[in-house]
């Protein structure tokens, strides 16, 4: 094990603290590491919606880049940020436990808004659809950033309050008092799990790698993603996902949503499997939704996008 293990992350506090939780672990098992942090596009351009960057993977392509070119070894990502189709020669390595799967509300300590005209912050089209859903008399305004200038955003601005990813905050102990749970939110596919990314041919990472994966998280996030895929085509879109495994019941409990950009419609699947069959779960589900509409909205949603 004399072979040091560069371990590559983005820059921002989250991302540092993903990368050194991985670096613990693998110093636990006696692997020499150290971590390469890179800038991503995502994190330098903040004044466009991620939708209008056109780009998918736009928080995961600069550490691509440096892995291809022999830079790092590996790359630490929150899942929920990487694409479906990983580059050529590029492998999937582990997936760790999960954390908190939960969207939640900050707010400015009054909640009156809910019940009558406001401005809620969010950089995603999954929250912001699922939001006008729920309240159509609402505003939602863009907001992108990294957790920390995403906070001190909402701070500087008159909104009532911004959606955030529950497990970023507690993973770097930001999150406020002034919070709400959003229960009903259905989670982006894969939100709260940590994915490492290794090269196919690097038996080195990929053995040491191996040692911290949670299989059940693999198996829930690959059902949720296998569900993005099949919905968007490579098109962002509000699309939610979430699989839990049951272990009493030996079953998976599934749940799926894609919304209209403005919240208006909204295609919902909900149904419990056999362990058995979480190979093909996700393409089930979603094909389910886009026999019976959601292939027509899919194609109104990438139009709309275009323009």
């Excluded at 940020?81 to 900050?106: K, M, W």
């Excluded at 950033?145 to 995403?150: P, S």
């Excluded at 962002?236 to 894609?258: M, Q, R």
């Excluded at 094909?287 to 323009?307: Q, R, T, V, W």
Aim: charged share 25%; aromatic share 6%.
């Amino acid at each position: 094990m004399t072979k040091k293990i560069r371990i590559g992350t983005r820059d921002s506090e989250l991302a540092l603290w993903q990368a050194h939780t991985v670096q613990h672990q693998l110093q636990q098992l006696g692997y020499a590491t150290e971590i390469v942090a890179v800038k991503s596009t995502g994190d330098i351009i903040l004044d466009k919606p991620l939708y209008e960057l056109g780009i998918t993977g736009i928080f995961t392509k600069t550490l691509d880049v440096a892995m291809l070119s022999g830079k790092i070894d590996m790359a630490v990502h929150s899942m929920k940020d990487v694409p479906t189709a990983l580059p050529q020669g590029i492998v999937q390595a582990a997936v760790l436990e999960r954390a908190n799967t939960v969207d939640l509300l900050v707010h400015k300590g009054n909640l009156d808004f809910l019940n009558g005209e406001g401005t809620v912050a969010t950089g995603s089209l999954r929250r912001q659809a699922q939001w006008l859903n729920k309240y159509p008399q609402h505003q939602v305004v863009d907001l992108r950033g990294n957790v920390n200038t995403r906070m001190q955003k909402l701070q500087e601005n008159d909104w009532n309050g911004a959606v955030f990813a529950a497990a970023g905050l507690e993973r770097i102990n930001l999150k406020p008092e002034t919070y709400i749970n959003l229960d009903w939110m259905v989670p982006a596919p894969a939100q709260g799990a940590m994915v490492v990314v290794a090269m196919e041919n690097d038996e080195f990472a990929l053995d040491a790698l191996s040692q911290l994966n949670h299989i059940e998280t693999e198996i829930c996030t690959y059902i949720e993603r296998q569900f993005l895929r099949t919905l968007e085509g490579g098109c962002t879109a509000p699309i939610g996902a979430l699989a839990k495994y049951d272990e009493e019941n030996d079953t998976i409990n599934f749940h799926g949503v894609l919304f209209s950009i403005d919240g208006q419609q909204k295609f919902e699947i909900q149904r419990t499997f056999d362990i058995s069959e979480w190979k093909k779960l996700g393409f089930n589900c979603a094909k389910e939704i886009l026999d019976n509409g959601g292939s027509e909205l899919m194609a109104d949603i990438k139009l709309k996008l275009k323009k």
